[in-house]
Each structure stands twice: as C-alpha cells, then as structure tokens.
C-alpha cells in the first residue's frame, strides 16, 4: 500500500485530496493544525490524523519523524496555505511576515524536512500546490501570488537538484476553487483609495471549480510517473496560462490591467 503525506488536511482542496486517496486504495496521513475537531476523515480506514502547523518547526520535524516510523511514505503534497487579499498598502508587517512564513516558508520546511528520507530511499515525490496566481499577476493579491511565484519558482530549481537522487517534484496550479480560501480577504480592512477596484476584483473571483476536481489532478500528478513539473487544475487555469503563454507576459500583464481597471475611476 502506498502512503500519502498531505498538511493543511482539515478543509478544502487538503480534505479532498485526502478523500480521494483513501477511495484509491493508499493510506493518507492528513496532516491538520487542529485535529482534535477532525471528525470526517477520523472516521475512514488507513487515514492517520496528526498535528502539524507549517510554521511550526518543531513541531514539523516530530511530525515527519512520526509519519516515518509509521509508514513508508511516497508522495508528500504541501498544500497548507490561506489567501491574503488586500491592496499591499493596507497590510501590515505581521499580515506580510505570515503569508510568506505559511505558504512559501511552510512549504520549504516540510520538503527539507523529508528530503533526507527521499535521498536515502532513492524515491520520493513532492507535489506543491500552487496556484494560477503563481503564473501570472493580478492586483490585490501581491503578497499571495508573491509567495506561489516563489514556490513555483523554487520547486523548478528543486526539481532538478533532487532529480539526482531520484526524487521527484511538481506542482498542481489550481484557478478559483470553491473553498475556504476567500475567506481571508476580510482580515484586512480596504483603504478608501483601493476599495471601488477591491470590490470589483472580489467580485469578479468565481470559484467555479470544485476541490474534487483539484484532488484529481494531485492524482494525475502522484501516479503518472511523467518526468513533468507543472501541472494545471481547475476549470480556467490551464486557459489563463495558455493565453499569457500566446500573446507574451507583457501583453498580458497589460490585458490583466485593463479588465480590472477599464471604466473604473480610481
Ligand atoms: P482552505 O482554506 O479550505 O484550506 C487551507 C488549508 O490550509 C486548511 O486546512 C488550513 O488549516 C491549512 N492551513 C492554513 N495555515 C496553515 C498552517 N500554518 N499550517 C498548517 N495548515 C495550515 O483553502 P484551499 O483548500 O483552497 O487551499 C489549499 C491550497 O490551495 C492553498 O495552498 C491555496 O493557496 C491553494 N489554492 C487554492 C485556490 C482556491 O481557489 N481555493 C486557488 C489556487 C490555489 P486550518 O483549517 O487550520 O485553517
């Protein structure tokens, strides 16, 4: 039986990732930062609920060090992450430090964390998920898209320095999926100079796909043994990169400009 490691397990993309593996037959270690209120996937065979927060680093490392004497784990998918959505003015250092400490740093941590254990086993695969935001650019959100850049950026130098010892990774590029991710655009209160544009940009986010549909292609990506870093989830991520991929990352940066900004007074 194969074993999956998966963090940020508790909702979302996380839980239906967990879902989807245990229905496939692997055993599933969702990783939760809560998981004394885990109540569904408690419930299922071969998942084994532990504690991990990504920004934790003891408790990462007593983390892995558990999934290791549990299991032989394969496929470790660093999925934790929220949405921070404000204009960049509006943010605070803290709000900074922690969307960059979650979702790039977490995400670095947890792989350096079992790269040791991938190297030995000469096998292994990280699958990270990103986002189309780690594509492409788009107003309000410079801090998040920031970060998956990075991961996006960071995991194509990973992927050729661990390609030496036979390790693997990838990542899964979601567009809008209906989740708890959206949530957070609420933690930072809009500056009057930005809120007209913040409105319009919210409102035009439509989280059409499903986290099912997401946990598909971390499948795709799991067990197609390809040689292939990117991977794009969702109903229009893999559009949105194939139009930025057509007419150039110049006219798109300026398309992307003039559908936020086009009739708008600021
Ligand atoms: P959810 O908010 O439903 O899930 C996010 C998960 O990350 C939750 O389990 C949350 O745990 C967990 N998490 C947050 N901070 C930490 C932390 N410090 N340590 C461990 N876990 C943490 O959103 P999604 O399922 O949408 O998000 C999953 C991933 O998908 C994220 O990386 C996100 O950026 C990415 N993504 C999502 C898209 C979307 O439209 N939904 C689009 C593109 C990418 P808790 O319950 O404790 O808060």
Redesign the pocket.
Known sequence: MKTIFI??????????TAKLFQSKGWHVIA????PE?ETALTQLENITVLP?????VKQIASTVATAVSLAKIDVVV??????LMSSLEALTEDNIVKQV???FL?TVRVTKAFIPYFRERKSGLFIN??????HTGFPFTSI?NG??WAVEGWSECLSIELSMFGVGVKTV????????????HSDVAPLPYYEAVEKKMLGM?K?A?L?EE?ADVIYEAATDNKDQLRYF??KS?QAIYDRRMEIGAEASRKEIKSIYFDGLKT
Do not use: C, E
Not at 7 to 16: H, P
Not at 129 to 134: A, P, Q
């Open positions: 963090t940020g397990a508790s909702s979302g993309i996380g839980k239906a990783t939760m930062r809560n209120k991990l927060d990504v920004t934790n660093n999925n934790a992450g929220y949405g400490d979650t979702n977490g998920v990103t986002s189309i935001g780690g998040y970060t998956k590029a979601p567009s809008a999926t209906n989740t708890n991710l959206f949530s957070h986010i989280p796909s986290p997401i989830a969702g991520s």
